[in-house]
């Protein structure tokens, strides 16, 4: 995925209200961002980083500048956790995630009427069961490549895996995908010390056959791409 037009640089001063963000640009104006992100953003928000934002000519916009990503200690960080969905469907389109690849139909934001919820894809081929996926992304890391979700608690992202849950009990396949958007996280796992009702979930789903997926995505400020999948540690 191109980021098109090109993203603009600038430095963080803060984020405040969950979805604005003051950033001083190279020629010392400061500007207000939309923050495309609902989760604390713990540890991928430190002041004074560069950040790199994206500008929208819709004039029915408060804030027209969308953050985009950050940088911090050597690593790109994609926040917008918009990106999530687009990165996986692009990923599926190209035949680039191995384990869904004999899938030729793609349906995104399925409404599940049931629920009063939508699951991010369902998948479909002749001869094979249908295949959910719910889409997470991950930023939160802490240390030695080592990256968790949820960064806060998530009473919807327990949602969704219970309706994961009931998908492989009436025999179809189901998949929590997490798509890393953090070039320093090299492995993923569950974040018990901030939500471990969600942990506990996430083990249960993954017992009874909801497959637990994780790629990392190669970023820069021309482009971001899912590349490689990497480990989930649920022990």
């Not at 191109?2 to 993203?7: E, M, Q, R, W």
């Not at 713990?42 to 004074?48: I, L, S, T």
């Not at 980083?49 to 990503?69: D, G, I, N």
């Not at 939500?195 to 083990?203: Q, S, V």
Request: some cysteine.
């Amino acid at each position: 995925m191109k980021f098109s037009p090109a993203l603009q640089p600038g430095l963080l001063i803060r984020r405040y209200k969950r979805f604005l963000a003051d950033v001083e640009l190279p020629s010392s104006a400061i500007v207000t961002l939309h923050c495309p992100n609902t989760g604390s953003m713990k540890n991928c928000a430190e002041p004074g980083s560069r950040v790199w934002f994206s500008h929208s000519t819709q004039a029915s916009r408060k804030y027209p500048c969308t953050w985009e990503l950050i940088e911090m200690h050597q690593s790109f960080i994609g926040i917008n956790t918009h990106r999530a969905n687009a990165l996986v469907k692009e990923a599926l389109q190209n035949n680039l995630i191995i384990e869904l690849m004999e899938y030729d139909e793609i349906r995104a934001e399925v409404m599940i009427a049931e629920q009063k919820t939508r699951i991010d894809f369902q998948l479909s081929a002749v001869g094979k069961p249908v295949c959910w996926v719910e889409v997470k992304s991950v930023t939160l890391n802490i240390g030695q490549g080592i990256g968790l979700f949820p960064d806060a608690k998530t009473a919807r992202g327990i949602k969704h895996l219970e309706f994961l849950i009931s998908r492989v009990q009436q025999g179809e396949r189901a998949v929590l995908f997490f798509c890393v958007q953090h070039t320093g996280i090299q492995s993923v796992a569950p974040a018990d010390d901030l939500d471990p009702a969600y942990g506990k979930m996430l083990r249960c789903a993954a017992n009874v056959g909801v497959e637990i997926l994780a790629y990392g995505a190669s970023i820069s400020p021309e482009t971001i791409y899912l590349e490689k999948s990497l480990p989930v540690n649920l022990l």
